[in-house]
């Protein structure tokens, strides 16, 4: 009986070893499989983490770009503001010299060739009528007539049947704003498709 009382302590003991054994080498492996995914997920979140910097930056560098462009187009804006006020100072003075009937001239010279040639008539203010006079001399097939929406600045308007060519100074300066205003915009997308990465 002590025999079997032996062997049963025995068996007992040999299983609880193996038990032991078995719960030590799982728990080996939950330790390494814990282990591994514990790194995976720290691998993870280093990689997101890392994904999520270069978006920040990617981004970061996209505004200051675009501010950058707004900041230049602002400039260049702010000096043909510059550029056209002072051509209008400048006319306004012209107004009043003695060079005035031949800018005059040149502008109906223009204005006849945009409207085809021919006879043609000159819309001017009443109170350049003078300086128009002596433009148009010399010029033959010209009626000088009255301008009746007469805004602000000088210069004179040529008619040739339907065609008209507006060459009152406040016309011509938006012409030439609204050119140079889009030479300014094709400057600055030339600029962006160089800044690109």
């Known amino acids: 009986m002590d025999e079997i009382i032996e062997r049963i302590g025995a068996d007992a003991a040999a299983e609880a070893e193996a038990i032991r054994r078995e719960a030590e080498a799982g728990e080996e492996q939950i330790l390494r499989d814990g282990r591994a995914a514990s790194e995976r997920e720290a691998a993870e979140i280093m990689a997101e983490g890392r994904r999520e910097a270069a978006r920040q930056r990617r981004k970061a560098i996209a505004q200051a770009r675009l501010s950058a462009r707004a900041r230049l187009r602002a400039c260049r804006e702010a000096g043909l ?76 308007v040529v008619l040739a049947g339907r065609s008209r060519c507006d060459q009152r100074f406040s016309s011509r300066i938006a012409r030439m704003r609204e050119g140079l205003t889009g030479r300014t915009a094709a400057i600055l997308f030339g600029e962006e498709r160089h800044d690109r990465p």
């Open 81 to 156: 503001d510059r550029a056209f006020e002072e051509a209008e100072r400048r006319i306004a003075a012209l107004k009043d010299s003695d060079e005035y009937p031949a800018v005059l001239r040149r502008l109906i010279l223009e204005g006849r060739e945009v409207v085809g040639g021919g006879p043609i008539t000159v819309l001017c203010r009443e109170e350049e009528r003078g300086a128009v006079v002596v433009a148009c001399s010399r010029i033959e097939g010209v009626t000088i007539a009255p301008l009746k929406d007469d805004g602000p600045g000088g210069g004179v």
